[in-house]
């Protein structure tokens, strides 16, 4: 079992919709939690980071933690057709970053 | 200002080969970092530099994987004997430092591919 495990999709959304993106691990030792973007041919963009359990707002993206369950997710919501991409999710165990686990990634399309 | 730049932006090689890849990061940051990207997966650690140091290298697959930053800036990743199974997208990061607060920026990966 990989250490943390993304569904790679691809997902495919009308414009407007909301989008869910998951995430669940196995190392409950990870505490730092981020999510990037990555086009196609580029490299990944961090999106957002949380530490804790809870939600965090940026915008039309919000990002959820439950440690208790192991599981972190992203919501974009109205979403659009730039949005199109692959997330990643990634994690880290302490205050380095230089240790970080990603997923696969999930392939987003948003079809106007 | 400019990003984290990798050069060449793809790689064609023989199997048996010999090949480098170049990154530069973004100026003033201190740590970088080497990852690899087979398709359809997240970007796999090989190495990371803090200055001109290599401070892990655990990811690094077996020996004919190596790289150096021998000024704290640039960083070429070199990989002798290339494989069939090395073919990937490189990816190179650099932050400034190495807190899990510090943001890492990625260039836009080279790819390479062995025959």
């Known amino acids: 079992q990989k250490e943390v495990e993304q569904d790679p999709g691809p997902l495919s959304v009308p414009e407007g919709a909301i989008v869910s993106l998951n995430c669940t691990y196995s190392?409950?030792?990870?505490?730092?939690f981020m999510w990037y973007r990555q086009y196609s041919r580029k490299g990944p963009e961090l999106l957002m980071y949380t530490y804790s359990s809870g939600n965090k707002e940026d915008g039309r993206f919000t990002a959820q933690v439950d440690k208790s369950s192991k599981y972190i997710s992203l919501f974009i919501r109205d979403s659009q057709p730039s949005d199109s991409a692959t997330y990643l999710c990634a994690m880290v165990e302490g205050l380095s970053n230089n240790d970080m686990r990603f997923g696969a990634g999930t392939r987003l399309t948003v079809k106007p | 200002g400019a990003g984290v730049s990798q050069t060449p932006s793809n790689k064609v090689t023989e199997k048996g080969k010999y090949v480098e890849l170049r990154c530069d990061p973004i100026?003033?940051?201190?740590?970088l970092y080497w990852y690899r990207q087979s398709l359809g997966q997240g970007p796999e650690f090989l190495i990371y530099?803090?200055?001109?140091?290599?401070?892990?290298d655990s990811g690094l697959p077996n020996d004919r994987f190596f790289a150096v930053r021998p000024e704290g800036s640039v960083s070429t990743l070199k990989i002798q004997r290339t494989e069939r199974g090395d073919s990937a997208v490189y990816l190179c990061?650099?932050?400034?430092?190495?807190?899990?607060?510090?943001?890492?920026?990625f260039g836009p990966g080279t790819r390479l591919t062995v025959l």
């Open positions: 990061a650099s932050s400034l430092g190495v807190l899990n607060t510090d943001t890492q920026y």
């Open positions: 100026s003033g940051h201190t740590a």
């Open positions: 530099f803090q200055g001109t140091g290599a401070a892990d």
């Open positions: 190392n409950s030792a990870f505490q730092y």
